[in-house]
């Protein structure tokens, strides 16, 4: 079966970087685009990031433009989140997402002095 598995969340202080990373596999992780989610509590689910099957384009939510980065790897089934200069409103779940419906368990990232 899909499964999506991420990593690399965790406390950091404002100002500092977090790379986190999905593990995708049960299906043909190349011709899929893949999306990067956050929910923080009490709000709503949001797309952060989106990456084409190829990589060859991405789109950011206006929030984290110019801080993160997204990309992807085809020869390992994995897609990375770079979050540089981290806010304490960037603190949320953050979810792997691919077409149709398919998520990942979700890590937490923690944006605190």
């Known amino acids: 079966q899909v499964q999506l598995v991420e990593s690399g969340g965790g406390l950091v202080q404002p100002g500092g970087s977090l790379r986190l990373s999905c593990k995708v596999s049960?299906?043909?992780?190349?011709?899929?685009?893949m999306n990067w989610y956050r929910q923080a509590p009490g709000k709503e689910r949001e797309l952060v990031a989106s990456?084409?099957?190829?990589?060859?384009?991405?789109n950011y939510a206006t929030s984290v433009k110019g801080r993160f980065i997204i990309s992807r790897d085809n020869a390992k089934n994995t897609v990375d989140l770079q979050m540089n200069s981290l806010k304490p409103e960037d603190t949320a779940v953050y979810y792997c997402?691919?077409?149709?419906?398919?998520w990942g368990q979700g890590t937490q990232v923690t944006v605190s002095s």
């Open positions: 990456i084409a099957s190829t990589g060859s384009s991405t």
């Open positions: 049960g299906l043909t992780f190349s011709l899929y685009p």
């Open positions: 997402n691919t077409w149709p419906a398919y």
